[in-house]
Each structure stands twice: as C-alpha cells, then as structure tokens.
C-alpha cells in the first residue's frame, strides 16, 4: 500500500483509481522479489562481488519502473518517466524510512516484562 501511496502522489494528474496504482505496485514488487532471488543464486553460483549485484539491482529496479511507467501510464517522454520513476522511489524509501524508524522507537521505548 505504501508504493501505491507513492504512485499516487507522483501521478497526481491521473485520474485512475487507486487500485490501479495498487495493482501497479503489486506487479513492481513481484519483479523487485524475483530480480533479488536471481541476484541471489548469481552470487551463490558465481559468487560476483555483492557492490555489482548491488548496481544491477539498483539499475535493474529504476528501468524496469521506467518502462513500467511508459506502458501503464499515459505515453510521456522518456526523461519524464526517468523522472517520475526516480521520484516514486525517493517517496517510497523515505516512506519506508520513516516506518522503520517509527518500530524501532517503538521497540526502544516498549516496556519489558
């Protein structure tokens, strides 16, 4: 929910539901999920420095997003889809971010019987 959350704020101007932008995000997280998995097995079997994987990770992600945004959402230029796709994972992060941090206060400040 919080990349949908993320998807609506960037595409503001779009008047699609937000179960557009959940299913979306659904989709995006299934490949995230699958693209870790094969890292995973390229490190275990070829056993890559982890800074590269990371890198294709990181590249792997934003042009997948990119494309993403090309075919799902109205046709835009490449650069404005760089744009947007840059800006939802800068959104998401943070979300994600500000949660973590949220638990781990929470967990601090828990009391223990």
């Keep these: 929910p919080f990349l949908s959350v993320s998807l609506k704020l960037v595409q503001r101007r779009s008047r699609l539901p937000g179960i557009h932008?959940?299913?979306?995000?659904?989709?995006?997280?299934a490949f995230?999920?699958?693209?870790m998995i094969c890292i995973y097995v390229l490190h275990l079997t070829v056993a890559?420095?982890?800074r590269v994987l990371e890198w294709i990770m990181a590249v792997g992600s934003c042009a997948?997003?990119?494309?993403?945004f090309r075919k799902v959402y109205a046709p835009c230029a490449w650069g404005k889809a760089v744009v947007k796709s840059l800006l939802t994972s800068l959104i998401y992060s943070f979300i994600l971010l500000m949660?973590?941090?949220?638990?781990?206060?929470?967990?601090?400040?828990?009391?223990?019987?």
């Excluded at 932008?21 to 997280?29: E, K, R, V």
């Excluded at 781990?104 to 009391?111: D, E, L, T, V």
Aim: charged residues 5%.
């Design 48 to 50: 890559p420095p982890m």
């Design 99 to 113: 949660i973590f941090i949220t638990i781990f206060f929470i967990a601090c400040c828990a009391q223990v019987d």
């Design 64 to 68: 997948y997003l990119t494309v993403a």
């Design 32 to 35: 995230l999920e699958f693209l």
């Design 21 to 29: 932008h959940f299913i979306f995000a659904l989709h995006y997280t």
